[in-house]
């Protein structure tokens, strides 16, 4: 068995399987928001043990509404996390905080600091990965932002180059994953969207993963995630990375990349962005099956996994809900028109595991 059929359902009921699942984020319940407002609030008498309910609450929420979307991999939501830098941060001991920055607009970023050699301390997502485990029999996906994102969205005062702080940001990953592992996470997803900004520093980011990904068990399926940006700067050249999948998205960009990658084959396995999450209305099934047919022009559906283009949090919670379920039904209604020879594929050989 590859490390990929793991995430098989055992009442799956077609032969072919297309995995579903999430990037990471999803909106919160409206209710958060405010519950954040008064823990932040030092004259609300709104403790950390307050706090630590109602994100429980929340995960409880979001895990329940994946596991009726239909997904075969869920994700908690991201509820505990405010942000993809600023989470992990506040938990590696090197970072300080200065205040916000301005980065658009009226928008403001709390970007951090590493002011000093950046070290591991406790684990960051272990308890969070365990809470939602126990709620679902589902496997649990733990998205984590990965090193180069990390130094690159911060301001570097400790160390000579960036380079170095992204190795040392590797090492700290790669310890929290042999954590979640022991804990029993078996799916993986580094989240890079730094990349896709700065592709010519692809060579780094592959350095890091090298790092991340040693000593890591085989039964560990490892994604990486990139959004937003020209994949033709980063491809193939990151087919070199030790990682199962790739996730990507094109959806937003009506798949005018998809040539980037059958244009040199494509080794890995691919999570393809199937709905757009800059678009608040719910894709139709129909919409949704024709944009998985794309992702087969690219990799065997045994090869293919499928989900929004990115984090769906700044949806409204309804469209987020229903894209989800639209994307489970037209991935089932594929799979089941793959083995009535509706549709025809290429199959990945068995000996190529």
Known sequence: MNNREQFRRPDHDNETFILTTVVGSYPKPKWLHRVRDLWEDEEANFDDENWAEATDDAARV??????????????????????MVEFFAHRIE?????????????????KPSVTRE??????WLVEEYEFAADLTDRPVKV??????????????????????????????????????VEAGARYI?????ALATTPDDHAIVGKALERIAEDIHEDVYLG??????DYSRIYPEILDYPVDEYDLELAN?????????????????????????????????????????KGLEVVPADRLTISPDCGLKLLPRDI?????????????????????????????PASAD
């Open 224 to 229: 990486l995630h990139v959004c937003y940006g």
């Open 118 to 123: 950046v070290a591991y301390d406790e684990s």
């Open 253 to 293: 960009g009506d798949y005018e990349q998809l040539d980037v990658f059958t244009d040199h084959e494509f080794t890995g396995n691919l999570a393809l962005g199937v709905t757009d999450v800059h678009v608040a209305e719910v894709e139709s099934v129909a919409e949704i099956k024709e944009n998985i047919l």
């Open 189 to 193: 997803q580094i989240d890079e969207p």
């Open 320 to 348: 987020a809900y229903g894209k989800m379920a639209n994307m489970v039904q037209a991935a089932r209604e594929v799979e089941a028109e793959i083995d009535n020879g509706e549709i025809e594929v290429a199959r990945t």
């Open 94 to 110: 090197g970072y300080e905080f200065n205040g916000p920055v301005k980065v658009w607009g009226h928008n403001y970023f709390d």
């Open 62 to 83: 979001i895990t329940d509404e994946h596991e009726r979307a239909g997904l075969d991999v869920l994700v908690d939501g991201e509820v505990r996390r405010n942000e």
């Open 143 to 180: 998205p984590i932002t990965g090193p180069y994102t990390l130094a690159n969205w911060s301001f570097n005062e400790a160390y000579e180059t960036e380079e170095e702080l992204v190795y040392d940001l590797a090492d700290l990953v790669n310890e929290e994953i042999e954590k979640l």
